[in-house]
């Protein structure tokens, strides 16, 4: 099965700050891996798929890049309603994990 | 407009049975790939299932052979049977339409999910 970690697991940013989080697959998932932007009691909502490509309707401020075992989501400018708790998740291969989430609250 | 509504979720004793649906609105079920994941109170998204438009399913290790995943395409909805339910298969269930992309998929639409409490 693939492992998917996240780093950090949690970080205190202020509104404006630039903000990178960071996944790592234990092994070659290629592209194939997705974030999601998730807030308390609320369905996840997806930011970026194939490790880059801006779902519709996303703020430009979001961006996904990586490829092989490593991927980065950047958040440009945080803004208010960007409080939230980020996954990845790889769909290269059955288990489709998960990585555990990195929480990003207020400075 | 696409919608997903989860239902069927509750207390049950541990050891018994439980079918969630999720009923579709906007788009074509077998048309496309669906999934459930699911969240334990306090903890991370796990990925449970997925089943393709062709009919092929994957399961997470911890649900295989308790669980399945099927759909009612005249009803255009997706359904978890859940069997022989443990206390750690407490969680809140989402469904999720899946779109594919290259040789892989991304779910782009979450219904509002639904709690299922295993306990006695």
């Known amino acids: 099965d693939i492992q998917m970690t996240q780093s950090p697991s949690s970080l205190s940013a202020s509104v404006g700050d630039r903000v990178t989080i960071t996944c790592r697959a234990s092994?070659?998932?290629?592209?194939?891996l997705n974030w999601f932007q998730q807030k308390p009691g609320k369905a996840p909502k997806l930011l970026i798929y194939?490790?880059?490509s801006l779902q519709s309707g996303v703020p430009s401020r979001f961006s996904g890049s990586g490829s092989g075992t490593d991927f980065t989501l950047t958040i440009t400018s945080l803004q208010p309603e960007d409080f939230a708790t980020y996954y990845c998740q790889q769909t290269y291969s059955s288990p489709f994990t998960f990585g555990p989430g990195t929480k990003v609250d207020i400075k | 407009e696409v919608q997903l509504v989860e239902t069927g979720g509750g207390l049950i004793q541990p050891g018994g049975s439980l079918r969630l649906s999720c009923a579709a609105s906007g788009f074509t079920v077998s048309s496309n790939y669906m999934s459930w994941v699911r969240q334990a109170p306090g903890k991370g998204l796990e990925w449970v299932s997925v089943l393709y438009s062709d009919g092929i399913t994957y399961y997470a290790d911890s649900v295989k052979g308790r669980f399945t995943i099927s759909r009612d395409n005249s009803k255009n909805t997706l359904y978890l049977q859940m069997n022989s339910l443990r206390a750690e298969d407490t969680a809140v269930y989402y469904c999720?339409?899946?779109?594919?992309?290259?040789?892989?998929?991304?779910?782009?639409?979450w219904g509002q999910g639904t709690l299922v409490t295993v306990s006695s």
């Open positions: 194939g490790a880059s």
């Open positions: 999720a339409r899946d779109r594919r992309f290259s040789s892989s998929w991304y779910s782009d639409y």
């Open positions: 092994q070659i998932i290629i592209n194939y």
